[in-house]
């Protein structure tokens, strides 16, 4: 008798159990803020068998599928694939269900877990996504264009108007440019980022929004100043806000854009992983650098893929003009500090004329950071070679802001002919000192301190594999500070730079 009672509380419990599963599958969605304030969807969408859980997360983004999930009561656990810097992972993830309110816990390393809080919009069985398309990445190499033969310098929209760019802040920044002299400067390309998009009509021809009313008379303005222009899409079905991608419409896009008259592609990897294997990656930058290349107008071509997968090795392959070396770049000290001095050692191998590693575009105006962090900031992107894309608005910049923006001396650095990204010779636990070899012999050399307190710092001629006494030129001061011999010494501000030409 108590064995059989044990047995039918035993059955019970796992019907209980297998009901609460099954009353699991349907679609929830999750609302969230994303950092630059706009909403973004996340669907939960669940599947259960037999008191097991499949299905997928997905956003506009990404999908990741989960492969497999188990429920104790209203506890549940998933493990999702995702793929993190380029590579396809599994993250075990937890869940808790309230009524008709679920929320996902997924953990990332070294950060915060994302914590989705979605609800309950369908009961139905949802269909699970097609099998992602794998492509071999054994291609012959894309032609080299034969532009950004030093790396590219401009503006892009997106750091300052995210979703809110349309034509006449475009046609404003290019009469800035002009009127302010940053063209003089050697800024050239007024770039449109995301958001430009309307939909495909019944032939597949991508249409512009209502901000955009007609993008050949805007490219046309554009060039009637002197400047270039660029524009932004992506390999997958949705761009980054879930505007028209390129994907299947790869050279229809590439000739239309040449069309307009446009000088520049940003291609933004984004919702291409919810129809690519990631491995991919290069044999889908090759796609659109191929289209590119028959497309019949010069068109620098702008990689966007967070430095996934060893990009270095690849992106000139694919018809790179230059490659993202890491994610996004926000608007602070530990971002630009993170992304500059902490994830650019090693990479100069691959920097050379007409193929730039690209650590994102400027935040220099944008009221995030002081005076000497954005000078720092300018400082290391020139040392760097890196594109020079200023992201703020260039109608109403500060004094010293503009100074920071068109000091020549240092831009000459980042666009000298020798093509060279400068490296890291010393680091004292918060001082490091940087240098690129310049064409006429010279060096140029920043004392970077990254310190909360104002530093004495040497630059010592050995580690620039110099001798004897040498001139020094102080780039930000504009003035000739002597020959010094064997070293070269000066305070440095907390956050600060102290940038020098040394000559041979």
Known sequence: MISAMKTFVALSLFLCALGAAEDLTGKWVATETTGNGQKRETTVALIAEGGSLKGFIANARSTMLIVDGRTDGNNISLTILRETSGVEKRVDCTAERAGEELKVTIPNEGRPPTVLAAKRVSSEKPAMPAPKISLSNDFPAVKYNGLAKTPPMGWNSWNKFHRSVDDKAVRGMADAMVSNGMKDAGYMYINIDDTWQGTRDANGVLQTNERFPDMKALADYVHSKGLKIGIYSSPGPKTCAGFEGSFGHEEQDAKMWAAWGFDYLKYDWCSASQVYDVKSLPAVYAKMGEALSKAGR??????????????????????????????????????????????????????????????????????????????????????????????????????????????????????????????????????????????????????????KDSAMMRASFSDLKLSGSHAVRDLWAHEDKGKFKDHFEATVPSHGVVMVKIAK
């Open 298 to 451: 010069p068109i620098v071509y702008s990689l966007c893929q967070y430095g996934w997968q060893d990009v270095g090795e690849w992106g000139a392959k694919v018809g790179g003009n230059l490659w993202r070396t890491t994610g996004d770049i926000s608007d602070r000290w530990q971002s630009m500090m993170h992304i500059g001095f902490e994830l650019q050692p090693g990479r100069e191998k691959y920097a050379n004329a007409g193929h730039w590693n690209d650590p994102d575009m400027l935040e220099i105006g944008n009221g995030g950071m002081t005076g000497d962090e954005y000078r720092t900031h300018m400082s290391l992107w020139c040392i760097l070679a890196a594109p020079l894309l200023a992201g703020n608005d260039l109608r109403d910049m500060k004094p010293e802001i503009h100074d920071i923006l068109t000091n020549r001396e240092v831009i000459a650095v980042d666009q000298d002919a020798k093509g060279a990204q400068g490296v890291r010779v010393s680091k004292n636990n918060d001082l490091e000192v940087w240098e690129k070899p310049l064409a006429d012999g010279s060096h140029a050399v920043g004392l970077f301190n990254l310190g």
